[in-house]
């Protein structure tokens, strides 16, 4: 028999690698695929087109003689978690083998490139000017005014820098592209060699993703001929979360310390090496070959308002059915933590959900009706960012994360600007008094001081935006930031 | 160490080399030492202040070596919300003197967590039963 089972990091995490072991010493055919993204079912056995999890190697002989209802899930591709999707990025999520450039061409690989070659510099950057497609990493810059300002820089040497350093908590769909479909990232990057007319690409991936680096670091090898002669180089970070930031990220690139740079100069005229540089995060890029293939009009036919086609979004933390969610903007919130995500994991009431990683706003469910789209989260101050929703129940001490926000701003502050390196242990501190009890109101007053100061005085997003995490956390959950009486603290 | 300067040799040519460089040397030494400071130096034509200084900028690097196995326990916030903060506990009190207790911000499994990774074996759905069991493994 014939049996699929991923090999993405998490279902591996799960025990994927003995189930798979099981079954082959059985005797039977084990193919490793890409994860469908329904984490809760991992590792997720497929036979057939039907569906068993979350397996155990202990189940393995109860699937294989029929006794496994408990774990069947029916047809995958059929799963309502599944059929409720728009895949444009994740199409080929849990079918193809991830590193087989065969399944790659036969599911329309290599199409985007082609017609690339076709158009030229000037049309490829037109067609990803019309699709609307924005930066995915967070700050949502449309990713065609990007490429056209890289195209017109003059330089003999430009780079493309792919930024997979994803280290916002709650978020993985850049490392389900790099492990289970490497090969369209590739093409999209060579897409973006051609559009602005680079020939070497660097991909920075974070230390934390061991098995991202070395799936990607073979499908380039298998790629090379393919896309040549643009060349793709694999680097890895070092376990610093600023280096997400671009210009930390071209320092470290550069082999320096991952300090932020001051803009402008703008990457786009002055980036890696001083060359005119494209930096734009793995989902960006792996949208391009989408875009190419199918046109413009196709991508820009989903969504609502200024956000075009589709977000993955990733369903995280204390969530009955996290995994990835791809759909177009304009769902909102509520139904993809109560619909789709299936409330929490606990069983307990969602108290708050985290979008948009360490540096977004705690949203309560009473702002469930806010559509996912840039716009609408900037308009009750909170942001998308990558797209990672973390769902907590009401055991949460709102209190505790917004000190958690300040802990890790301080932890992770690149020291260039006193706001966000001073500012964030100074609310740390603060905000232990509240917690501690001591005069709550003039010390919130404080905190709301301070995160002003580092909102507005901060040279990055790490500085600037962690008053989200903590003012969202105090305005919208007051009753954790009050007097605590004895019994309520504990 | 003749280890170092093959390591040094092996990067001859590519661009930015010096992290790619601090990886192999951690990985093989477990540590970046004041002597591999000064030939990474000297090789690439930069100042001993210049590399020690991004040695001491990145969690990943350490300046001396530490002989205990490694747990690195993911402590963001969305183990926190499936449990983490009791786990770190738990885990300290396994690990004793013998085994180092490591944070680490994010794994990518957060719709699985808790999460701890050793070396590059990753771990998931962890409770305190497990995270024991995985130290006293170590
Ligand atoms: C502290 C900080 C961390 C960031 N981390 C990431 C990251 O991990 N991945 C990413 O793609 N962008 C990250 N960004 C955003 C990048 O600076 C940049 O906007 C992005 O790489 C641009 O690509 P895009 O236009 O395709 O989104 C971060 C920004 C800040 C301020
Ligand atoms: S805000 Fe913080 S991380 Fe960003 S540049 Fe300033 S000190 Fe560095
Ligand atoms: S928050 Fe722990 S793995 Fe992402």
Redesign the interface.
């Known amino acids: 028999m014939r049996v699929r089972i991923s090999d993405d990091?998490?279902a591996?995490?799960?025990g994927a690698d003995a189930v798979a072991a099981r079954f082959a010493a059985l005797g039977h055919e084990v193919v490793r695929v890409s994860s469908w993204g329904m984490?809760?079912l991992?590792p997720l056995v497929e036979i057939d087109g039907r569906g068993y999890g979350p397996v155990a190697a202990s189940d393995v002989e109860a699937i294989l003689d029929g006794r496994g209802k408990q774990l069947a899930i029916g047809v995958v591709a059929d799963h309502p978690f599944i059929a409720a999707q728009t895949r444009l990025t994740f199409a080929r999520a849990g079918k193809t083998q991830p590193l087989s450039l065969d399944d790659y061409a036969a599911t329309g690989g290599w199409v985007g490139l082609e017609r690339a070659h076709d158009l030229g510099a000037a049309a490829i950057v037109a067609e990803v000017t019309a699709s609307g497609l924005r930066g995915r990493g967070g700050a949502g810059f449309p990713a065609g005014i990007k490429w056209n300002t890289v195209r017109l820089a003059p330089g003999e040497r430009k780079y493309i820098v792919c930024n997979a350093d994803?280290?916002?908590?709650?978020?993985?769909a850049?490392?389900m592209v790099m492990e289970g479909d490497p090969f369209m990232l590739i093409e999209g990057m060579a897409i973006a060699g051609l559009a602005v007319g680079a020939s070497k690409g660097f991909v920075y991936i974070r230390?934390?993703?061991?098995?991202?680096i070395r799936k990607m670091e073979a499908a380039v090898r298998l790629a090379a001929p393919l896309i040549a002669p643009f060349e793709v180089e694999i680097?890895?970070?070092?376990?610093?979360?600023v280096c997400g930031e671009e210009t930390s990220l071209l320092n470290?690139?550069?082999?320096?310390?991952?300090?932020v740079r001051a803009k402008p100069p703008l990457p786009a005229h002055e980036g890696l090496?001083g060359c005119p540089t494209v930096i734009n995060n793995v989902l960006t890029l792996a949208a391009v070959p989408f875009v190419l293939a199918q046109g413009a009009q196709a991508y820009a036919d989903y969504g609502m308002g200024r956000s075009r086609g589709t977000m993955p979004v990733?369903?995280?933390?204390?969530?009955k059915y996290?995994?990835l969610f791809e759909t177009a903007f304009g769902i909102t919130l509520g139904e993809l933590v109560e619909k789709i995500g299936g409330g929490t994991?606990s069983g307990r009431p969602v108290r708050a959900v985290?979008v948009g990683g360490?540096l977004g706003a705690y949203f309560p469910p009473a702002l469930f009706d806010t559509p996912f789209d840039y716009e609408a989260f900037a308009a009750v101050d909170g942001l998308i960012g990558h797209g990672?929703i973390?769902?907590?129940?009401d055991s949460?001490d709102m209190a505790k994360?917004a000190r958690?926000a300040f802990d890790?701003c301080a932890a992770?502050s690149c020291g260039k600007c006193t706001p966000c390196r001073i500012g964030a242990v100074r609310g740390r501190e603060t905000l232990d008094k509240v917690i501690a009890g001591e005069s709550a109101a003039s010390n919130l007053e404080l905190v709301a001081d301070l995160c002003e100061t580092m909102k507005f005085g901060s040279l990055c997003a790490l500085g600037g935006f962690t008053p989200y995490p903590v003012m969202s956390a105090i305005t919208h959950f007051p009753e954790d930031f009050g007097p605590r009486t004895q019994e309520a603290a504990a | 160490m003749a280890d170092l300067y093959h390591i040094l040799a092996a990067h001859d040519g590519r661009?930015?080399?010096?992290?790619?460089i601090?990886?192999d040397v951690q990985a093989a030494f477990g540590h970046v030492s004041e002597e591999a400071i000064r030939a990474i130096a000297l090789h690439?034509n930069l100042s001993r202040a210049e590399v020690s200084?991004?040695v001491s900028?990145?969690?990943?690097?350490r300046r001396t070596p530490d002989p205990r196995t490694a747990i690195k326990l993911c402590r963001?916030?969305?183990?926190?919300?499936?449990g983490s903060e009791a786990l770190a506990a738990e885990a300290e009190r396994s690990a004793g003197s013998r085994v180092r207790v490591e944070t680490?911000?994010?794994?990518?499994?957060?719709?699985?967590?808790p999460?701890a990774?050793i070396g590059?074996d990753?771990?998931?759905?962890l409770d305190g039963a497990k995270v024991a069991a995985l130290i006293g493994a170590m």
């Open positions: 990091a998490l591996v995490a799960c984490h809760w991992e994803e280290g916002d908590s709650g978020t993985f850049d490392r230390s934390e993703y061991p098995h991202a680097r890895v970070g070092a376990g610093a979360y470290s690139l550069e082999g320096k310390r991952g300090e090496f990733q369903l995280a933390g204390n969530v996290g995994g994991d985290q360490p990672g973390t769902v907590f129940d949460v994360q958690f890790f992770e | 661009e930015g080399p010096l992290l790619p601090l990886h690439l200084g991004v900028f990145y969690h990943d690097f963001a916030e969305s183990c926190q919300a499936r680490v911000y994010c794994l990518g499994l957060c719709s699985v967590g999460n990774m590059e990753l771990h998931a759905r």
